[in-house]
């Protein structure tokens, strides 16, 4: 057995790196729990046991194979094992990171997702030829929540807080019983974490909560009162509806009744997040639009079809670094404006340019273009969708509190969005490039007059614009398809948008898409998801009656039609 | 003398008219043709081209086999476009001009609606290989993918035995399968006592991609102490935002499993998979079926497209198992005449992916596995549940009010809705 | 007089005419009366395809008489189309009876299986003929009315006018999509038995729909001619020219906009009412933006400003899209895509004005109108 020879002066050492690499991925895996029960197996490792290698390597090795309630038998085993290698291994079978060959004596190896192994037994790197028949040992969701249960137990002692907190929190979310009581009892004795001793206060009076004495359930409301922990609420709305005691039922709904109120409070701030989230997302996609519609009276159709550009530019750069996920999208951004900006000037130089001042003669020139950039992205991508990977610094959500959490790409591309308007800004208010789109948008024959290239001006305005779409692009395949289709879903809205703002205003653009965004949001909890969109449609269209130039009317000269 | 010059053109256009229309008289009697329409272009070519292939793939290794009848088969290809009224235009020609022996086609229930009077006036023969909401029996149309209670029902059942499931979400793209779904879900739940309050309904619309209070919508209801779980119908593109927000608002499967209707592999492959780990699917084929008939069909497959990485899924297997039904049918019949086939085919067996043999039921609806799995990082099932032996299709659900009393047989009873109650066929569907 | 006025004039309309008046008598001959294994035997399928065409093109008719005279752009012509094409089905409904699947006497199909107990109030009415006749024309002619009413009251104009059409036709789809409004959701309403009592499959009721198709163009066409070469037909061309001008002239112009739009919508109804029994089906997808779009395509095609142009640009548009989608589905958007930009940047005058090149006729000179009118505006914006 070529495993079973652990050269134990290498061990130690890598053993340290391979726990701080786990402790990291641990700390990501406890990230990701949140509620809800899940059959709690009873893993309380009493006393520890003597380990001896055999026993280890057998069980991680049967933990490979066989049925899967078998191997979660099998993983609990290992959990009462005393031994540094037992977290790692099963955080790995928890995540998914754990292969093994198909074999009767299997190698069993830890991946770091990035396409490097390490010997699960010993710790030692398996090179990548002798990785090729490793294949992932599946894993259920049975045995996943099971796991996940087993190793909040294991990490109670971790040395970590956050992984500690996150300990707590699994066992209060799995609900408490004598066992894990006991657990945290002892570990509440050395806790010097301020965060995890009220965890495990909490923990005691949900536990308290479930007592004979009606005495000890009002001190349990009492210690819940403001807690907004999902499990304390349910338990709590359980007391209040149910309780014998009709003190302790009172006392119960008075707690409910002042954490309700700090929540919809949250709530509330959720739902402007939400809109103002949305409108971030229309205002990227709207932004380009404010410049070549806007600022050069282009009615450009093929504007979604930019953005759709910029997202298969992401998808391209993920391609090309396929281990760089994290940095891709810094380059994908730079990228996708150039070449989303080339593609708008050669359509600016090949079509447009024949077609100023006939604006309805733009909007179906550009129809056109953008039925042939939809085919050829058809032809060249095929028309299936494609897999753009979220980076790790995308994923996820900001925790502020049980109730209120922001998910990362929302927020990124919430400020994202705004630079891209306050450089926009920036560009056409500071520099000369846009010195000189303003003066040829205001009065071309003069300005061409004072020696501005008037054309290369257009091209110039016409590119900026597209590159942005390009921009918006690259956001936009943070949250949805990438695909031939990408662009004919958003343009009609930014359409809207810009309009609604008053055209040729940026400050109207931005106004305009956050505006919509949260009346959209505020309208769907009411009306539905549906009918939020028609009833803003529709009041768009009567807005539009009120003020045909929208917020922001252009003034002067520049505004007559 | 202008005007002339126009009677020239016209004259020109005139005769180019004549052409054409002659042309689609001449047809090729040396070979069977067979239709194939899918959508090439549009929202739906991106579902509907791998089913086009599929079928060039059949009917490429049936010639290799000698062809049938002794004849070659062609293929016969057009594009609707995911346009709904030329669906039924596309049919016509394809029965009038090509007079394809049967047609293989259609998605979207509105496409099969469009096509299907079309279908029935003309006598042709459909195969439709999606899974669809039920409530509907067709002479002239064989419905090769799930109905209802060979998909939707398992599901739930799996959850609710299995997982525990007390609490449920049913959210669905809004049309007319998730609504048919839903409303027999619904029903199906609360005759197993599961209480209204525990049940929520939640619609969007086609590609909605801001989810975030919809999810937010779902936690908090998850958070009521009794084990949640999403039962989703949600089409196509919607699909992707959606399990992303499910991720980063950090609503695991070990938490909220949420169990598609309508996400399999070849969706998976145009999704990047990390936020899905764990949530389920139902269906009546996974590419992860481990059995020689599956291995041999994607090993043909991967190199008929010349791809490595191209899956397979279940669509494609309802039309290998719909295209095998047809051809034994037409040995059997020893013609393609649509009367003959459609009498011959009912009972029929052809081995499907998953190891067994489906079956022509006398509804026009084949006997097929249900197979739960879980996606796993590469893109593929594990499967966690399969129910024992295969579920006959049922056209007709016994949990909608209206359609409980039907029943389909086109053998014994000669209908498609035939009213157990009042003893009669009903509507005009009671053809011949 | 009238004739000369309406026909005599019109050359390339009374060449248009004619074939659609040689269609109409060749069709139905070849049809029902020459065997099928004749060359000359026109098949159902060319029939209905034609007959799906004069809807298209009298559906371009109304696009051109607003767009073409009056410099209306609506991008959302589809919306009126499929209202009229809806008041169609919802008649066609009702008129299968209890030969609907579940066999209930009253409600359609989809209303069963949807679990709804009773007809809701807007379905009442539509089994008779007349009534629904009459809200063919009724409903897009209310909508085109309260919508232009707002519109053209509040000055809203040219390209900020085609995005609010957009957004009516979007929001129309999307509200159409809904299975709680009781159309059918996005299945529509389909699978038709008869109508006015004749099975709608039969070659008699298709020829015979065929034929309303045709005569309804010709009516539509002559009547578009009337207004036109009329009285009000030169004030609505000045409004297309120099609207302002028009106004300070003591013309209210918005109420010549508002009856044009509103004729122009009633039009489409009727196109959409006619079209529904041919291809059996109507559902929201005839709402979708793309449909207005493109059929603004087909006027510009053919040719704006001529009113004949417009029947030539959609049979001419919508054959290739048979033809091409037949045999080479795969370069039909590179083709489509391609015919915008060559139109818009070559053709300015769409297909019509190839055969005009040597001759300047009135139309000629209505466009190069428009031209002149688009160019004033861009210099003012510049000066």
């Known amino acids: ?561 | ?432 | 007089m009238l004739t000369q006025r309406l026909l005599l004039s019109d050359r390339g309309g009374m060449i248009v005419l004619g074939l659609v008046l040689i269609a109409m008598v060749l069709v139905p001959v070849c049809n029902l009366l020459i065997p099928e294994t004749s060359s000359l035997h026109i098949s159902t399928f060319m029939v209905t395809l034609l007959g799906k065409f004069l809807c298209y093109a009298l559906l371009a008719l109304a696009v051109d008489l607003i767009w073409g005279y009056c410099g209306i752009l609506s991008l959302g012509h589809g919306a009126f189309f499929a209202l009229g094409g809806y008041a169609m089905g919802m008649y066609l409904m009702r008129q299968i009876g209890p030969r609907g699947q579940y066999g209930d006497p009253l409600l359609p199909d989809f209303m069963v299986f949807l679990n709804w107990s009773e007809l809701p109030w807007y379905w009442q009415g539509f089994d008779m003929f007349w009534f629904a006749m009459l809200m063919v024309i009724v409903i897009p002619g209310l909508l085109a009315f309260v919508f232009g009413w707002l519109a053209f009251r509040s000055r809203v104009t040219g390209v900020y006018f085609s995005i609010i059409t957009q957004a009516l036709t979007y929001a129309l789809l999307l509200a159409f999509f809904r299975n709680e409004m009781g159309f059918g959701g996005n299945n529509g309403l389909t699978d038709f038995k008869d109508i006015l009592g004749f099975p709608i499959a039969a070659d008699g009721t298709r020829i015979s729909l065929f034929l309303a198709s045709g005569f309804m163009l010709i009516i539509a066409y002559i009547a578009c001619r009337y207004i036109v070469t009329s009285r009000m037909g030169k004030i609505i061309v000045s409004i297309r020219d120099a609207e302002t001008r028009t106004r300070f002239c003591g013309y209210k112009v918005e109420s010549y906009k508002l009856w044009l739009f509103v004729f122009s919508a009633v039009l489409a109804g009727i196109a959409g009412a006619l079209y529904v029994p041919q291809v059996g089906i109507i559902n929201p997808g005839e709402f979708s933006p793309l449909n207005s779009i493109e059929l603004v395509v087909w006027v510009a095609t053919g040719g704006r400003g001529t009113l004949f142009g417009a029947i030539v640009g959609a049979f001419t548009v919508n054959y290739g899209k048979t033809i091409f989608t037949s045999y080479s589905p795969e370069t039909w958007l590179f083709a489509l895509g391609a015919l915008f930009v060559i139109v818009t940047l070559i053709l300015p005058n769409g297909l019509v004005g190839l055969f005009k090149r040597n001759k300047k006729t009135p139309t000629e000179n209505t466009v190069t109108a428009v031209e002149s009118k688009t160019e004033t505006a861009a210099t003012k914006e510049t000066v």
């Open chain 1, 1 to 561: 057995m070529r495993n079973q020879t652990p050269l134990f002066g290498r061990w130690q050492v890598q053993l340290i790196l391979l726990l701080s690499l786990c402790c990291s991925a641990s700390v990501f895996a406890q990230d990701a729990e949140i509620s809800t029960t899940a059959a709690a197996i009873d893993t309380a490792p009493t006393e520890a046991l003597a380990t001896t290698a055999p026993e280890f390597d057998t069980l991680v090795k049967a933990l490979t194979q066989g049925s899967l309630p078998k191997r979660a038998q099998t993983a609990k085993k290992l959990g009462q094992l005393d031994d540094p290698r037992v977290i790692p291994i099963i955080t790995a079978l928890q995540q998914g990171s754990l292969y093994a060959e198909k074999s009767v004596d299997p190698l069993v190896a830890i991946s770091d997702n990035a396409g490097n192994y390490v010997n699960a037994l010993n710790g030692e790197k398996i090179p990548a030829t002798q990785a090729e028949p490793l294949k992932r040992v599946p894993i259920n969701n049975t045995m996943r929540s099971q796991l996940r249960t087993l190793l909040a137990s294991l990490n109670l002692n971790d040395k970590k807080p956050a992984v500690r907190l996150n300990a707590v929190n699994r066992m209060i979310a799995d609900g408490v019983d004598e066992d894990t009581i006991a657990l945290l009892q002892e570990r509440q004795k050395t806790e010097p974490n301020e965060d995890v001793r009220d965890a495990i206060t909490t923990a005691f009076a949900l536990m308290n909560l479930q007592s004979e004495k009606a005495s000890v359930r009002i001190d349990a409301i009492a210690v819940l009162r403001g807690s907004l922990q999902q499990e304390v609420r349910s338990a709590l709305l359980d007391i209040a509806n149910n309780d014998s005691d009709i003190k302790v039922k009172q006392q119960a709904q008075f707690a409910l009744d002042s954490i309700e109120d700090r929540i919809s409070a949250f709530r509330l701030t959720e739902n402007i997040f939400f809109g103002l989230s949305l409108g971030s997302v229309l205002l990227l996609s709207a932004i380009g639009l404010s410049i070549t519609f806007g600022v050069m009276g282009v009615i450009n159709m093929a504007h979604g079809e930019l953005m759709m550009i910029g997202a298969y530019v992401t998808w391209v750069v993920q391609q090309l670094f396929p281990n760089q996920i994290a940095y891709s999208l810094m380059i994908a951004i730079p990228s996708a404006f150039i070449v989303a900006g080339l593609v708008g000037i050669a359509i600016e130089r090949g079509v447009i340019r024949f077609l100023y001042g006939r604006p309805l003669e733009t909007l179906l020139a550009t129809f056109g273009i953008s039925l042939i950039l939809q085919q050829a992205a058809r032809s060249i991508f095929s028309p299936l969708n494609r897999a753009v990977e979220l980076p790790e610094w995308m994923s996820g959500s900001l925790v502020i509190n049980p109730v209120l959490s922001i998910t990362y790409n929302r927020l990124y591309i919430f400020i994202f969005g705004l630079i891209v308007f306050f450089a926009l800004l920036a560009i056409l208010k500071k520099t000369s490039l846009g010195l000189k789109v303003r003066a040829v948008s205001q009065n071309r024959a003069m300005a061409r007059a004072v020696g501005v290239r008037a054309s290369w001006v257009d091209a110039m305005t016409f590119g900026l614009g597209s590159g942005i779409a390009g921009i918006a692009g690259v956001a936009l395949s943070q949250l949805t398809n990438v695909g031939p289709n990408l662009g004919q879903a958003y343009i009609i809205d930014s359409f809207m948008v810009v309009v609604f703002g008053g055209v040729g205003n940026l400050w109207g653009t931005l106004v305009g898409a956050m505006g919509l965004g949260i009346i959209n949001k505020f309208l769907e909890p009411y009306a539905g998801a549906v009918l939020a969109k028609v009833l803003v449609l529709v009041l768009l269209i009567l807005f539009i009656q009120k003020r045909p130039k929208g917020i922001f009317p252009q003034k002067g000269r520049a505004a007559a039609d």
């Open chain 2, 1 to 432: 003398m202008k005007l002339k010059k126009i009677a020239k053109h016209v004259g020109a256009l005139g005769i180019a008219c004549g052409l054409s229309i002659a042309s689609f008289s001449a047809a090729a009697a040396d070979t069977i043709k067979v239709g194939v329409l899918h959508s090439l272009s549009g929202t739906m070519a991106i579902s509907e081209t791998t089913l086009k292939d599929t079928m060039l793939m059949l009917i490429e290794e049936q010639n290799k086999k000698g062809g049938l009848l002794g004849k070659k088969l062609e293929a016969v290809v057009v594009d609707p476009a995911s346009n709904w009224p030329l669906f039924a235009e596309k049919t016509r020609e394809l029965l009038t001009k090509d007079k394809v022996a049967a047609i293989f086609g259609c998605w979207t229930s509105v496409s099969r609606k469009s096509v299907l009077p079309v279908i029935e006036e003309l006598n042709g023969v459909l195969f439709y290989p999606v899974q669809y909401e039920g409530e509907e029996s067709s002479r002239n149309v064989f419905y090769t993918g799930a109905a209802p209670n060979q998909q939707a029902i398992p599901a739930v059942d799996y959850l609710m035995k299995d997982m525990k499931v007390k609490r449920w979400v049913l959210a669905g793209t809004d049309y007319v399968y998730p609504r048919t779904t839903n409303k027999i879900l619904e029903a199906y739940l609360m005759a197993k006592g599961v209480a209204k309050e525990d049940i929520m309904i939640n619609y969007t619309p086609f590609g909605h991609s801001d989810w975030q209070n919809i999810v937010s919508d779902i936690k908090r209801f998850g958070s009521a102490g009794k084990k949640t779980a999403v039962v989703s119908t949600i089409n196509g593109d919607a699909n992707v935002p959606f399990y992303r927000e499910l991720g980063n608002q950090k609503v695991t499967a070990e938490d909220i499993p949420v169990v598609a209707f309508s996400v399999g592999e070849e969706e998976l492959s145009g999704i990047d998979t990390k936020p899905l780990v764990g949530h389920l699917a139902a269906w009546n084929y996974f590419m992860s079926e481990d059995n020689p008939a599956n291995a041999a069909f994607i090993k043909q497959w991967k190199a008929f497209i010349k791809n490595d990485k191209r899956v397979t899924n279940d669509p494609m297997e309802a039309h290998y198992i719909g295209f095998n039904m047809w051809v034994k049918a037409v040995e059997k019949a020893g013609t393609t005449d649509t009367d003959k086939v459609v009498d011959a085919i009912i009972g029929i067996e052809a081995p499907n992916l998953t190891g067994g043999m489906s079956k022509m039921l006398p509804n026009h609806h084949i006997t097929k596995p249900v197979l739960i799995g879980e996606i796993q990082e590469d893109g593929q099932f594990l499967t966690v549940s399969q129910t024992d032996g295969l579920v006959p299709g049922d056209a007709w659900s016994d949990f909608l009010e209206g359609s409980k009393d039907l029943e389909s047989d086109w053998i014994k009873l000669k209908c498609g809705n035939y009213n157990t109650k009042t003893k009669k066929c009903l509507g005009a569907a009671a053809a011949q």
